[in-house]
Every structure is written in C-alpha cells, then in structure tokens.
C-alpha cells in the first residue's frame, strides 16, 4: 500500500537551531517527493522535490531534503530556523502522469523565540 | 500571473444541503485536482481533471462529483452534505497534470456543516 509516515506531529524549536523534520514513504514504483509546507489558513507551498539524480535537493527558504532509498525516507533539514517558518509541514509522494499525491498528516512546527 | 483562486472562501451549510465549490486555475494550466483536509484525515485526494475529463478519483462516496469546464476552471459539488464533510478544501493546478510538474495551491474553502 502507498503511504507517507511523520512520525512528529508536533515539534518546537529555538530560533537560529537547526531543524529536522522525519518522513518515511511506502511506494511500489520509483517515487516522487515532496515537501510542502502550509501558513495558517494558507494553501500548500511547495519547498522542494526530489525526481532522480543527485539525492540531496534543495529548496527554498534555505531548506534542503536528503533521499534515502534504503530507508524509505525524505527528511527535510534546515541549519538555523527561523522564526517565520513557524507552520504545518507536509511530506507527500506520487508518481506516473496524475498529480494525486498521497500526504503524510504533517508536522506542526513551533519556533521559541 | 494570478495565482489559483478558490471561491467562496469560507461557507457555512446544514446537514443535508448540498454545495457547489469553485477553483479557477492559473491561467495556461490544464490540471486541476481537489483535496479535502481535516484535522482527523490530513489531506486526501479527491479527483483530478485535465482537459475537461476525469483522469484520477481518490476514495470518496459518490455525494463527491466535479467538473472541469473547457476554460479549465473546475467545480466540485457534495450533495447531502453530512457533519463529517466539514473541512477545508483544496484546489491545485499545475500544465500538464504529470506528478513532475510543479502544483499550485489555492487557499482553499472552508466548508463548516451544521
């Protein structure tokens, strides 16, 4: 079955430490991810993802995902967090021509000032 | 370039009622796909539309219909709303509908149900 795991639902963080931020996926074929993140009353943003090639991808806002296919994962890292990254991140995977996107159930991140 | 635009933004319905929602997708984008979001489900995908035809349909009763007309705006319609419907939904466009392609959200509406 596909699926996409955040084992963190709620996550809080000092301003200027580093974050991140734990995604497993179950997929049959070759996957595409995704990291998205979403505002409060906000739709989804995209912050990167990953095809193929080079497993290290990099976003914006300063953040960046490694892939590892021998653990099914996608973590999504950032060196010095921001207070204004404060919002529900989401990790999805899809595949083939379809936009349908399975999302895993996000995790809340709080910034400490 | 305006970006997806998702009206009402908010809607309020009783049980039973039914609900027409809308989503203009940016213009030049083909794909257009609907998600509902709750605090209890997370997002799930409900249907995608390209080129006025339904290509994808996730696991939704049949009370869960759309469209997709030939200037690519898109409407989704829940007839006999139940309390269980109330959530937050989203639209997303992207050019060509391939998973490669960058989606573009909407701010979506919030659909409250009495």
């Known amino acids: 079955a596909q699926s996409v795991t955040q084992p963190d639902i709620h996550i809080t963080v000092s301003e200027g430490a580093s974050l991140e931020l734990r995604c497993n996926y179950s997929?049959?074929?070759?996957?595409?991810l995704f990291w998205y993140v979403q505002s409060p009353g906000q739709g989804l943003q995209l912050l990167l993802k990953?095809?193929?090639?080079?497993?290290l991808v990099q976003g914006i806002k300063g953040f960046e995902a490694e892939f590892k296919r021998s653990q099914s994962s996608f973590n999504l890292r950032k060196p010095s967090v921001h207070w204004s990254d404060a919002a529900e991140y989401f990790c999805?995977?899809?595949?083939?021509?379809?936009?349908?996107?399975?999302f895993g159930t996000g995790t809340l991140l709080a910034v400490q000032p | 370039k305006a970006g997806v635009t998702q009206t009402p933004r908010y809607l309020i319905k009783t049980r039973g009622q039914q609900v027409t929602l809308s989503c203009s997708p940016i213009?030049?984008?083909?794909?257009v796909s609907w998600y509902q979001q709750t605090p209890g489900q997370g997002l799930q995908f409900l249907f995608e539309?390209?080129?006025?035809?339904?290509?994808n349909k996730g696991n939704f009763p049949g009370r869960f219909s759309g469209r997709q007309f030939s200037n690519s705006r898109s409407e989704m319609n829940v007839s006999t709303l139940e309390l269980g419907d109330s959530a937050l939904y989203l639209c997303?466009?992207?050019?060509?509908?391939?998973?490669?392609?960058?989606?573009?959200f909407g701010s979506g509406t919030q659909l409250s149900v009495l």
């Open positions: 990953y095809f193929s090639g080079d497993t």
């Open positions: 997303a466009s992207s050019a060509q509908g391939a998973t490669n392609e960058k989606l573009f």
């Open positions: 997929y049959g074929a070759t996957p595409y």
């Open positions: 999805a995977v899809g595949g083939g021509a379809t936009n349908k996107l399975i």
């Open positions: 539309y390209f080129s006025e035809t339904q290509r």
């Open positions: 213009s030049g984008h083909r794909s």
